[in-house]
Each structure stands twice: as structure tokens, then as C-alpha cells.
Nanobody
Framework: QVQLVESGGGSVQAGGSLGLSCSAS????????MGWYRQAPGKDERQLVA????????RYADSVKGRFTMSGDNAKNTMYLQMNNLKPEDTAVYYC?????????????WGQGTLVTVSS
């Protein structure tokens, strides 16, 4: 079992910055995947924002490249998402995401979600 607890988020004007944190109950370097997703208001699907796979490469959605930065602190088992130059279209509930490899396959875990609101 992996527990993911998010913090951060809030409201900001366009062009501003916000930071999100995701504290994991396990050693994050041992997770198969860690990342951030978001779900915009009125949308059913969650969109990948950024993720790091086993190869250590961080992948970003085209819409956030150059503005968002994902990082991690292994000592704190915490993952971060720094969001700069925010746009109204970044408004969404942001979810921390993790995949843990198990003997029977891969288990997925989600944080509780945190709302980011960007006003124009």
C-alpha cells in the first residue's frame, strides 16, 4: 500500500506561480512511476502533466513544458511540482500518482487531489 498526501495549490492570477508537494509513505526511488495528473473542471478525464519512469527521465505534457518542473527529494520521500507562468487553462484539480511494482503486477495509487485556480 502506498499513501500519497498532497499539499499546496490554491488561487493565483495568470502569470503567477504555485508549488505542489506529494508526500509518499514509501521510498519514492523504489516506485516504478511517479507523476502528476490534472482534471479540468467539467472534464471527465485526467491529463498527464509530468511523470518520471524507471529510466529517470521526466516527461512533461506539451502544454506545460518550460513552465512546470517536477522534482523529488528521496530523503523526504516527497515529490514536487513547481508551476510557473500559470495560465487560466491550468485551472484543475491536480493529483499525485504512483505505480508500485508487486509480485502480481503493478498497483496504482492516487493522492486526494488539490485544486489550482488561475484567474485571468
Amino acid at each position: 500500500q502506498v499513501q500519497l498526501v498532497e499539499s499546496g495549490g490554491g488561487s493565483v492570477q495568470a502569470g503567477g506561480s504555485l508549488g505542489l508537494s506529494c508526500s509518499a509513505s514509501v521510498i519514492i526511488s523504489r516506485l516504478k512511476v511517479m507523476g502528476w495528473y490534472r482534471q479540468a473542471p467539467g472534464k471527465d478525464e485526467r491529463q498527464l502533466v509530468a511523470a518520471i519512469l524507471g529510466d529517470g527521465i521526466i516527461r512533461y505534457a506539451d502544454s506545460v513544458k518550460g513552465r512546470f518542473t517536477m522534482s523529488g527529494d528521496n530523503a523526504k520521500n516527497t515529490m514536487y511540482l513547481q508551476m510557473n507562468n500559470l495560465k487560466p487553462e491550468d485551472t484543475a484539480v491536480y493529483y499525485c500518482y504512483a505505480v508500485q511494482r508487486t509480485n502480481s503486477g503493478n498497483d496504482e495509487y492516487w493522492g486526494q487531489g488539490t485544486l489550482v485556480t488561475v484567474s485571468s
